[in-house]
């Protein structure tokens, strides 16, 4: 049952011990709380014997050290369960974050084009906050008012099953109609849940599309559109609210006629003469407290019920599988040996049977029209992906028996899309190898041609350059990323359209880089543009994911195929443009 609770709210195995240890205590403060009223009837009982003369009043030493023990009880008990529910889960909260973060940088970069940013936001902050509350003041109360309502019940049935049936039939019945309501209320949450990502979705492209927006004169209507989702979210929050609250409100109010029916079937019992005051007037005090664990409780359950829909996004995520392998990593050398691989997006096939050899010292070049499968080969050979049928070898060792992290030390990776911090030009730089020198920093961006534009910068090498580096060109944005993979000196290098956005003169600086980074590297370079792979060695030819023709370029010339026809569409687009 335990293990059905943990994943049913995405607790770690802590998680789980401090709700059990949240769970007893509340059990504790609950019989400590009715403790108290067993003192008050013991008084009034003795009171009651004073007045029909049949005994004395009980003695003052022996009253106050009941009442100080009582007082002693109730602080030590909330204060455990205090501990034990809010104390406890703010670590499980940093525990749960902690995991989901590294669960998600083992995670295939396959599983990234289901999930969108804002989605996985929304996991590590709304997600995991949601569970927080319900970690912190749901589950703990709820279990421990269940148990130690159990307990008193069937001490209540033992003592008088009639009243005891009078106090508590509302409890069941209020709780069968929240759970009753229980599917209702997880669709709800899930419609506010996929309106919130919208909203999130909306904001973070407005932000990331700012520009492009503002000079397509969009900004009104796409504000009018951000309104619109944010109004839909505004909406279906308030309607599951407002549902909620009624639900909430009407099992309370069933809960609470326990109390008119204990009056009723008191009276009638004592109107008879089968019951005597005293025994009336201790089910009067019981009810009085009994209701009591299950006020908070009552007032969150829906939130419990709306977690379900939090917990299996985030129990989503530990359940994907992640990409494994051995830690030692021992190529006899560094040719890449593509062997029949296929692969598909879903459904979708990407690559069918593609066969090749990328050689060390030599540069393979993977060339052919948008959508034939280059990009996917590249991020294959690092195994960001892993293969559906074939299999990938780097020195004679399949790199999917390879965990990926051992296996990415030996490669270095230039993108078009460049990625950098708003940290200094150094600090950007030092990612290609934790821990380097200033001296090797500095090393790697002469080697990149950085030094040009770095001496203009206000300080240097130690300037901040934004978000994505954002105060910096295209071209001096690739050579930060170049200087990455020298200062790594890897002896793969992967090129996915290094060069691709670049004007002519900065592409000459950035290909002078490249030049330095590939001697004696195994090097899979993917480009458009002819003249960037014109000194390959090697040229693999993709149309519609299957290779339609390799070899080196002279060979490829003669062939008069579709590497052929790309060389002559470029040089007569160039030829155009020259006469233009």
């Given at each position: ?124 902050m709304g997600d995991v906050n ?138 009638s019992l004592i109107a008879k ?190 300037t901040l350059i934004g978000e ?113």
């Open positions: 049952m335990m293990k059905n609770i943990q994943k049913a709210y995405a607790l770690t195995d802590q998680g789980l011990q401090n709700l059990k240890r949240g769970i007893f205590w509340t059990v504790l403060a609950n019989l400590t709380v009715m403790s108290g009223v067993s003192i008050l009837y013991w008084l009034m009982d003795r009171y009651m014997n004073v007045l029909t003369d049949q005994g004395p009043l009980p003695s003052v030493v022996i009253t106050l050290t009941l009442v100080c023990l009582f007082f002693l009880l109730s602080y030590l008990t909330h204060y455990q369960q205090y501990k034990a529910t809010y104390g406890l889960v703010y670590g499980e909260v940093a525990t749960t974050r902690l995991q989901l973060a590294e669960r998600l940088r083992r995670l295939p970069l396959g599983y990234f084009g289901k999930r969108d940013l804002s989605d996985l936001t929304e996991t590590l949601r569970m927080e509350h319900v970690w912190s003041h749901v589950l703990a109360y709820l279990y421990g008012a269940y148990i130690s309502t159990a307990i008193i019940a069937i001490g209540l049935i033992f003592y008088d099953w009639r009243l005891a049936l009078a106090s508590l039939w509302g409890v069941p019945v209020a709780f069968a109609l929240l759970f009753g309501s229980r599917k209702q209320t997880e669709r709800r949450s899930e419609v506010t849940k996929k309106a919130a990502i919208q909203v999130s979705d909306g904001i973070q492209e407005a932000l990331e599309n700012v520009r492009e927006i503002r000079s397509n004169n969009q900004a009104q209507d796409y504000l009018l559109k951000l309104y619109e989702k944010i109004d839909h979210h505004e909406g279906v929050t308030i309607h599951g609210e407002l549902l909620n609250g009624l639900l909430i409100n009407l099992a309370s109010v069933v809960m609470r006629l326990g109390v008119a029916t204990t009056i009723l079937a008191g009276a003469g089968q019951i005597n005051f005293m025994v009336f007037f201790s089910f009067l005090m019981v009810i009085t407290r009994i209701y009591a664990p299950f006020d908070q409780s009552l007032a969150l359950i829906a939130e419990m019920f709306l977690s379900q829909v939090s917990a299996a996004r985030i129990n989503e995520i530990y359940e994907t599988p992640i990409a494994t392998g051995d830690l030692h990593f021992r190529p006899k050398g560094h040719d890449i040996v593509f062997q029949n691989v296929s692969f598909s997006y879903e459904d979708r096939e990407v690559l069918h049977d593609v066969s090749f050899v990328a050689k060390e010292g030599e540069v393979t070049a993977l060339i052919g029209p948008s959508g034939s499968g280059k990009s996917t080969c590249a991020r294959l050979a690092a195994r960001l992906w892993d293969v559906n049928q074939g299999s990938i070898e780097v020195g004679g060792v399949d790199i999917s028996t390879v965990d990926p992290e051992i296996l990415l030390t030996d490669y270095s990776v230039v993108f078009q899309d460049v990625t950098l911090f708003d940290a200094s030009v150094t600090d950007n730089i030092r990612l290609g190898k934790h821990g380097a020198s200033e001296e090797e920093v500095r090393q790697a961006a002469q080697a990149a041609n950085c030094d040009e534009f770095v001496e203009r910068l206000p300080q240097g090498y130690d994505n580096g954002v105060k910096l060109s295209g071209g001096e944005r690739q050579r930060i990323s170049i200087a990455r993979a020298l200062l790594k000196d890897a002896p793969i290098v992967l090129l996915d359209e290094a060069t691709a956005s670049l004007d002519v003169e900065n592409e000459t600086k950035v290909q002078g880089a490249l030049s330095r980074l590939l001697a004696g590297k195994t090097v899979l370079v993917i480009a458009h543009r002819m003249r960037t792979i014109a000194g390959a060695d090697h040229i693999v030819v993709l149309e519609e994911g299957q290779v339609k023709e390799q070899g080196s370029p002279a060979q490829l010339l003669q062939e008069n195929g579709l590497y052929r026809h790309m060389v002559d569409l470029q040089n007569e687009s160039a030829q155009w443009q020259i006469e233009a």
